[in-house]
């Protein structure tokens, strides 16, 4: 019983953390972030040995968001910092609100102007959105210890930009950049649950954290009616109609192999909805585009990739990123054009670290037919990264094949 707990109150870490954070930094601010990080753990930890078996309370998120308000008051009175009851709203303000606030928090927090963009991601990602430093680090491509000065910085730049401000967080006065750093947010964290590579889910998929991305997106939309914020819906939409078909029985199916008629038709509709053409062109419409390309495609011919690798150029113009290079690549490889392919690859290689787990599979890939031994091997280093048992399942069945 104590693991079937632990697991219970494992997951409800991520789909509490955000929303408690949220609550709890509107009410104390940026000055008490460590302290408010510390409550959430404890108050988690508390729940561990609270919650027992037919004894788990009715409302969990409001059990640990006064459990770590009281801790966070408690911290404070301890380094006596707390100069009168009346220094923070009441708790009939804040207790178990009927708002999500998350939205607006990552909206407050990017405005801070003397704090970096990539700051600002890192630290929503960790505690908005309750992401491990691990898979800020796969999918920031920084390194863990990065993060960890990332996030202390943050603290300190964040405490210094919102300092004597007013804390009441609002859709009001947004400008166009900040809306772009919310709507890069999301693309990451929808990208982190796509593709997960935690070992402690069967699936490759984070299906609660698309979803959490995918509503978040929606209220963004809804309040700002952005053509990129649509076009981002319509990506996220894309990818969700193949989650039905994405693992069989415990199995991972390339896309290629997947059925079909197993596809979620309403979100392909949903998708297409959102799939507006901007006025001037956005990396979310031309991914959307090429999402829609391969699910409408009756062949996967040299023709149909030729076609996937013109939007991948477009692509390139608007972001150089990477990912989409290597995507690039390995689109060329199919189309038979290797010479450019490989040309590519040694740019992407400069690029990305020698232990990308996506890097060493397009690279193996391209090198199959030709150099053999050298593909062999970097499969076999890439099987020694991996931990996840259905990833490095797929991958041995399918290493003399496209992945």
Same mark, same amino acid.
């Given at each position: 019983?104590? %693991?079937?707990?632990?697991?219970?109150?494992? #997951?409800?870490?991520?789909?509490?953390?955000?929303?408690?954070?949220?609550?709890?930094?509107?009410?104390?601010?940026?000055?008490?972030?460590?302290?408010?990080?510390? =409550?959430?753990?404890?108050?988690?930890?508390?729940?561990?040995?609270?919650?027992?078996? %037919?004894?788990?309370?009715?409302?969990?998120?409001?059990?640990?968001?006064?459990? =770590?308000?009281?801790?966070?008051?408690?911290?404070?009175?301890?380094?006596?910092?707390?100069?009168? =009851?009346?220094?923070?709203?009441?708790?009939?303000?804040?207790?178990?609100?009927?708002?999500?606030?998350?939205?607006?928090?990552?909206?407050?927090?990017?405005?801070?102007?003397?704090?970096?963009?990539?700051?600002?991601?890192?630290?929503?990602?960790?505690?908005?959105?309750?992401?491990?430093?691990?898979?800020?680090?796969?999918?920031?491509?920084?390194? +863990?210890?990065?993060?960890?000065?990332?996030?202390?910085?943050?603290?300190?730049?964040?405490?210094?930009?919102?300092?004597?401000?007013?804390?009441?967080?609002?859709?009001?006065?947004?400008?166009?950049?900040?809306?772009?750093?919310?709507?890069?947010?999301?693309?990451?964290?929808?990208?982190?649950?796509?593709? #997960?590579?935690?070992? !402690?889910?069967?699936?490759? @998929?984070?299906?609660?954290?698309?979803?959490?991305?995918?509503?978040?997106?929606?209220?963004?939309?809804?309040?700002?009616?952005?053509?990129?914020?649509?076009?981002?819906?319509?990506?996220?939409?894309?990818?969700?109609?193949?989650?039905?078909? !994405?693992?069989?029985?415990?199995?991972?199916?390339?896309?290629?192999? +997947?059925?079909?008629?197993?596809?979620?038709?309403?979100?392909?509709?949903?998708?297409?909805?959102?799939?507006?053409?901007?006025?001037?062109?956005?990396?979310?419409?031309?991914?959307?585009?090429?999402?829609?390309?391969?699910?409408?495609?009756?062949?996967?011919?040299?023709?149909?990739?030729?076609?996937?690798?013109?939007?991948?150029?477009?692509?390139? #113009?608007?972001?150089?990123?990477?990912?989409?290079?290597?995507?690039?690549?390995?689109?060329?490889?199919? =189309?038979?054009?290797?010479?450019?392919?490989?040309?590519?690859?040694?740019?992407?290689?400069?690029?990305?670290?020698?232990?990308? @787990?996506?890097?060493?599979?397009?690279?193996?890939?391209?090198?199959? %037919?030709? +150099?053999?031994?050298?593909?062999? !091997?970097?499969?076999?280093?890439?099987?020694?990264?991996? %931990?996840?048992?259905?990833?490095?399942?797929?991958?041995?069945?399918?290493?003399?094949?496209?992945?």
């Amino acid at each position: 019983m104590k %693991n079937k707990n632990s697991s219970f109150v494992e #997951s409800s870490y991520r789909t509490f953390y955000g929303k408690l954070f949220s609550a709890l930094f509107s009410q104390f601010g940026a000055n008490y972030v460590s302290e408010i990080e510390d =409550a959430i753990q404890n108050s988690f930890y508390k729940s561990l040995k609270s919650w027992k078996p %037919n004894q788990v309370p009715t409302n969990k998120e409001n059990w640990l968001f006064i459990v =770590a308000r009281n801790d966070v008051l408690n911290q404070i009175k301890r380094e006596n910092r707390l100069k009168s =009851a009346n220094h923070f709203k009441s708790t009939e303000e804040t207790e178990n609100p009927n708002e999500d606030l998350r939205l607006k928090t990552i909206l407050f927090l990017a405005k801070s102007k003397n704090v970096s963009s990539k700051v600002k991601v890192i630290f929503i990602l960790k505690n908005i959105f309750g992401l491990h430093i691990k898979e800020i680090s796969e999918c920031t491509l920084l390194s +863990q210890d990065a993060i960890y000065k990332s996030i202390s910085r943050a603290k300190k730049d964040f405490r210094q930009a919102t300092k004597d401000e007013d804390f009441d967080l609002t859709f009001k006065q947004v400008s166009e950049n900040e809306i772009a750093i919310v709507e890069e947010i999301l693309y990451a964290v929808f990208n982190i649950g796509f593709d #997960s590579f935690s070992e !402690k889910i069967k699936s490759i @998929i984070n299906e609660d954290l698309c979803m959490e991305a995918l509503a978040l997106a929606k209220v963004l939309s809804d309040q700002f009616e952005r053509t990129t914020t649509k076009n981002l819906l319509a990506l996220f939409c894309f990818h969700l109609a193949r989650i039905p078909s !994405k693992v069989k029985n415990d199995k991972i199916i390339s896309f290629f192999e +997947q059925d079909r008629r197993n596809w979620n038709n309403d979100f392909i509709k949903l998708a297409f909805h959102y799939l507006e053409k901007p006025e001037k062109l956005n990396k979310y419409y031309v991914e959307a585009l090429i999402a829609s390309k391969h699910m409408t495609a009756t062949k996967n011919d040299i023709e149909h990739w030729n076609e996937i690798i013109k939007l991948y150029k477009i692509m390139l #113009s608007l972001s150089n990123s990477p990912i989409m290079k290597l995507n690039l690549c390995y689109s060329l490889s199919k =189309a038979q054009r290797m010479d450019e392919a490989k040309k590519l690859l040694q740019i992407v290689e400069n690029e990305l670290p020698n232990e990308h @787990i996506y890097l060493s599979l397009v690279k193996a890939n391209i090198f199959k %037919n030709t +150099q053999t031994l050298e593909s062999e !091997k970097i499969i076999d280093q890439v099987l020694k990264n991996i %931990n996840q048992k259905i990833r490095r399942e797929y991958i041995l069945e399918n290493m003399s094949t496209d992945f």
